[in-house]
Structure formats: C-alpha cells, structure tokens
C-alpha cells in the first residue's frame, strides 16, 4: 500500500514543492525509459560498457593487457586464451577489457569540453539575438561545414598522436551541433512569460542564463549528445586504426584492428573481435539514444 | 538583402539568393584556411626546415624564412598564405617533392570513383527502401531495413572493410584485392580523367574495364552501405510525412491504387529534400573515404593524405585537407542552395 501511495505521490498533477516536482518528472521518465525496448537495449550496453571499464582488472583475471608472450603469439581463441592472443602474443581478452576504458575515457572527454562550449555558445546567441548572434551563429556554421575526420587528422598531425590530442581534435568539429540546439531551445524559453516574470524580478542576466535558460536546454542537448556518441565512438576508433589516437602499448580497439589487418586472412580473430566491441558499444549508444528521444521528444521521432 | 530580394521580380530574388550564397561559401572557406593556418602554426615541424633541409646554410635558411613571410605579423602571414593559396601554390609535398596541387590533382580521381560509385549503389538502393519501410511502417519490412540501417550507423567502416576483404576476397574469391588494378594491367590505358572505369571504356578495353570493376565493387559497396544507411532512413521520414497528409486520403478516395499513390503522388513531393540529403551524404562519403581507401590500399586522397601524415609532410595533408574541405563546403551549400530554389513553398516565402 506504501508503494501505491509514494507512486500517487509522485503522479500527482499539483506537486507542493519543488522536489515533488522534481522527482516526479524523473519518476515519469524513468518509467517511460524502462517501457521502451529500444532505450533498454542500449541502457544494458551502455552500463555493460561502464562495468567493464571499471572492472576490467577483476574480468581479466590477472591477466596484464600488455604483457608479451612471444611464445604464443597470434594463438587462435583457447580456454586459456578465450579471445586468442595479437602478433606479441598479448591476451586480446583482457585488451578488449581495457579497451573499453580508453573509449569511455574519449567519450567522457569529448562531452565535458563539446557540452558546456555548445550551451554557452548557443544559449549568449539565442538569448541575445541581434549582431551577437549573427556573428556566433556564422562561426558555428563555418565549423559546421568542416569535414570532421579530415580536420581531426589535421589536427592530430600538427598536434601528435595521443588520447588528448584526439580529443580536441574530435571536440572542435562536433562543438555546433549542440550550439545550434541550445540557440533554437533558448530562442523558445526566451519568449516564454515565466522568463518576462524572473526579469521582472531584477534577476541578472547570467542568472537567468544560467539557473533559467541552461537547465530547460539539457534535456535536448542529451539526447544529442547519446546519438552522437556512436558518432564519436567511431571517429575515435578510426583515429586510432591510423595510428594517431592511443599509442601503444596502450589497449584501443581502433589501434587493435589496425595491428590485425595485416593477418587479417589466417589469423581472423586479432581484427574481428575489437570491431566487434567497437560495433556493440556504438550499437548500444545509437539504441539508448532513439529510445531517449522517443521518451524526451516524442515529436521528432517517426 | 531579405527586403530586397523579397519584393523584387523573380529573377532579381534569384540573383540575391546566388549572391548570398557566394558570399556564404567565400566565408566559410576563409574560415576553413584559418584553420588550416592555424594548424599549420600549431605544428612543431619547422617550415623553413621542411623547405630548404636540414643541411641549407644559414643564408639559405634566412632566405627562406623571409620567403615565407615568417618575420611578419601573423594576420599578414595568413593573408600571404591566403593568397598563396588562392593562386594554386599549396606548397611542395617533402614526400613526392612535387608540388601539392600537382600531387591532389592526381589522386582526387580515384577518390572522386569511389565515392560516386558508392553514391549511386547508396541512392539505387536506399531510395526505394526508405519509401518501403515508410509504405509498410511498423511492418517487417520495416524492421528489417530500420535494422540494416541501425547496423550501418554502428558498424565501424575500417573493420567492415577488413571483414569484407577477408570474406569476398581471401574466402570466396568474388573480387580482387586491394589497389584499383592488378599490376598486370597497371598503367596500360592512356590517363584521360584518372577514372580507371571511363578511361577503359574510352578505349574500348573491356578486359581493364572488368579488371578495375572487380577492384572497385567491394570499396564502392562498403562506402555506399553508410550512404544507403543514411539516405534510406531520411527517406523513410520524408515519406512518413507526406503519406500522413490529408492529399493522400483524397488520391486514394479517387481509386488510385496504394502503390499508385506513393510513388506518383507522395514521393515526387519529397524529391527537393531528397536531393540536399543526397548531396550530404556524397559529401560524408568524400572523407569517409579516408579509411576506407587505407584498408583497400586505394591510390586516392584519402591515402595520400594518410601517407603524407606519417611523413611529417604538413604541406601534403593541409592541401588535403583543404581539397576535402572545400569539396565538402561546396557540395553543402549548393545542395541547400537547391532546396531553397526548388521548393515552391520556400519560393514565395
């Protein structure tokens, strides 16, 4: 019966405070995740992904993702190697475990710098208007025209291989998608009459920006920034397949492809099985972020 | 210019919107050279060094650096490179030591076969399967095709090649390996456009013609696949929209068929969309190209830039990327441009 009225609590149409509010908004959210297969799918991947990063050591059972053992090298998946082991005999198990820190590590990177630049840049823009947003809003279509693996090899050239450098590089391209969301959202909550109530109050316009406008363009800006991820994921990978994202010995899926291509036909497993994880990972993203739009904007979907 | 051209005749709104849209790419391409600029000043590489050698005499060495307009300040260094650039002078590659415009010219071709080929195949195919998911929305075929599309935008494209070279060529023996010809047939037919397939055909050599075709389908078809990913999922959105109108429910009221009514009077409304979302995913394909070239050791830009970075020759991959880019802008804005003239509504607006 207590669940019954804690579920009642959170549905009410008139919540009596701000928390109530709150977690019923998540409440409902959370539900409509939970009821939709698609984002389920892809929630169960994704934590996957985390699980494995942070547990990778435990996973691996001891086993040292750049330990060398020529012995064995390029040996075809075993009880003692599931995966098989690389051309320095290096378990591709445990590197594929490893792997997976180094592409959340990416992906982290990528939304801490692209998010707070994409908000600031879009919602000075859409609150503003005028010549500011002019000028703003030409800078991000100029970097929205660039070529984004083309300039982030540019940039990884000039800058040297390297997680870091293949984070900026990565970063600059993908910076406007969400300058132009935030703009078009804030645009919207600009005009609305609880922003005229709050001016009216003498709040400063940073204020307003940033306890008002912010927090109402997240919810889109999240979404994006899901089905972006695969996108990311990708250019990481293919940056690393070139050579100019992780550096060995470090265990990146893209380098590790890359280190199979040449045994590609005898011995297949050395390529295939980090595609693979790239593949799912970049899977599960793209599925949580079509369930998330269905549930944060059904609108869009179709 | 929007009070202008909106009151003006038709062909005064035309010329205002060619003239916006010239003025939008010379921007942007401005911007595309700060970049590369600024990249080029990023890098540690010194570009006297890189001119001149490592074994110039001083003299030499001052000689150059005031060649390059190194002593000036640095807006004057862009617009010296600016210039530069606007006149063709990319720089001369380390690694050829012939000049980058030179070198771009040469390999732009074989990308440009590439990625026009796997443009068709994305397009023959996507086009009548986004209409298809759409008809039969929520359906198998629906699913099916939501799911080809779903795996096009996860799977990445280095490993598909790899895994398509492993299947088709070391298993099943369909098509050749990698390169565009195999070296029994390299450098027999006269170089007229650099594409290998019109080439062949100009001089009626069919043996080539087959040879250069079985090099190309597997690349072209792993290409165009993301491309069909794309354009069959745009499609499908497209057509959902129009089929949901109230003029399909008339068209259908007056007996046409179903099938009448989606291709003759639903999907003619969606071509002007159709063709930017076409012209986009060309665009994408040009720099996709980069790994796929990589994997199928394809003579193109996209290898040549590959190669040049492992080289430490900045001039090479900045022309490269600059060609890329600039390709890539134009093709954006032209595909937008054809939308806005194109499509009534936006006309009169």
Redesign the interface.
Known sequence: MASQSLRQWLLTDAPASRRQAVLGGTYRGLTSILRNPTAMAGLVIVTILVLMAIFAPLFAMGKDPIAQDLAVRLAAPSAEHWFGTDELGRDIFARTLYGAQVTLTIVALVSVVVVPIGLAVGTVAGYFGGWVDAVLM??T???L???????A???A????PGIENAVIAISLTAWPAYARIARSETMAIAQSDFIQSVVLQGASTWRILFRHVVPLCLSSVIVRLTLDM?GII?TA??LG????GAQPPTAEW?AM??S??DV??DQ?WV??IP?VA??IV??GF??LGDGLRDVFDPKAS? | MPNSTRSGSPLLRFAGRVVSFLLTLAITFVGLTAVTFFISRLTKIDPVLAVVGDKATQAAYDAAYLALGLDQPLPMQYLIYLRRLLSGDFGVSVLTARPVLTDLLRVFPATFELATIATLLGVAIGVPAGVLAAARKGRLADHVIRVIGLFGYSVPVFWLGLVGLFVFYGKLGWVSGPGRLDIFYQDIVTRRTGVILTDSAIEGNWEIFANAFSHLILPASILGYFSLAYIARMTRSFMIDQLSQEYITAARIKGNSYWRTVWFHAFPNIMVPLVTVIGLSYATLLEGAVLTETVFAWPGLGLYITRALFNSDMNAVLGGTILVGAVFITINLVSDLLYRLFDPRLRTS
């Open positions: 030409r800078i279509d100029i970097f025209a660039f070529p984004r693996l083309v300039l090899l540019a940039f050239a000039a800058l040297g695969a990708l990978a293919g397949f070139l050579g100019l893209g492809v890359s199979g291509r590609i036909l297949w390529a295939t595609g790239i593949f970049s899977l793209n599925l179709s």
